[in-house]
């Protein structure tokens, strides 16, 4: 695979390896996480379980997240949501469906998560950025 065709964080997981390397293993398990995260961002995600699922205790879960990504799978998850969040409120959702999609279970958690990550709330993010205003 080119250079071209990977993601961001591939590269940068390819980078951190030839740098700092890891057993095999860790970088197999946090992958394997990260691809989970991204494709069910939207239910719970118990990251207690996914360090068991790794064979690793949590602390340690985190740090080699956090090495080989440069964030926490927290900050990852958020991130994930926040992004998927923003594509739902450009293509018209109510801030109430966006929140429940992306998986959040609280309008208030949602709203404050969204304007750290972004600097607007969602509704005001969405008043400006919608692609069909009706």
């Known amino acids: 695979m080119t250079d071209q065709k990977k993601t961001y964080y591939e590269r940068e997981v390819e980078r951190v390896f030839k740098e700092n390397p890891l057993q095999r293993y860790h970088y197999v398990q946090i992958r394997q996480s990260k691809a989970f995260m ?7 995600i118990d990251l207690k379980d996914m360090a068991a699922k790794a064979s690793m205790s949590r602390f340690h879960f985190i740090r080699i997240f956090q090495r080989i990504y440069g964030v926490t799978p927290r900050q990852y998850l958020r991130d ?3 992004s998927k969040a ?12 966006t929140c429940f999609e ?9 709203s404050s ?3 750290r990550g972004t600097g607007y709330t969602p509704k005001k993010y969405q008043m400006m950025n919608i692609r069909n205003p009706e």
């Open 86 to 97: 923003k594509e739902l409120l450009k293509d018209g959702f109510s801030v109430t469906q």
């Open 102 to 110: 992306v998986g959040y279970e609280s309008i208030t958690t949602f």
């Open 80 to 82: 994930i949501r926040i």
């Open 38 to 44: 991204d494709e069910y961002y939207s239910g719970r």
């Open 113 to 115: 998560a969204f304007k």
